[in-house]
């Protein structure tokens, strides 16, 4: 175990370098498919990830392998589970939404948000 703390940087130098990826069309509905993701930092063996995603508005097949906890800096998503129950975050917000989650995922505003996510153990 260590004592020390990670500090990143979310913008200049030190910042992480932009991933562009652009949604798989299995899981696409509607709206725009780019997204652009800063990975922070990855542990845990591959399974803890931290950063900042964002993605202009577009809806997508939502199906959750990992724990995900984000923050959104900015915009607005309507997360909707398999059953029809829908949730509303908006900036501000925060959410938790756990491993083995289906359903849709709306960005109706353009989202930025900080997140965690966490791959189960065997």
């Not at 562009?20 to 780019?34: F, L, N, R």
């Not at 950063?51 to 607005?76: M, Q, T």
Request: proline share 5%.
């Amino acid at each position: 175990m260590t004592s020390q703390i990670i500090v990143k940087h979310t913008e200049g130098q030190n910042a992480p370098a932009v991933e562009h990826g652009e949604t798989p069309k299995e899981i696409y509905i509607s709206g725009t498919t780019d997204f652009r993701d800063w990975i922070h930092f990855t542990g845990e063996g591959g399974r803890l990830n931290c950063g900042i995603w964002e993605r202009s508005p577009g809806k997508v097949i939502a199906e959750f392998k990992c724990w995900e906890f984000f923050h959104l800096i900015e915009g607005k998503v309507i997360i909707t589970n398999e059953n029809g129950q829908s949730w509303t975050i908006r900036k501000g917000e925060a959410a938790i939404i756990p491993a083995g989650f289906k359903g849709t995922w709306d960005t109706v505003e353009r989202v930025r948000k900080h997140y965690v996510t966490l791959v189960p153990g065997p």
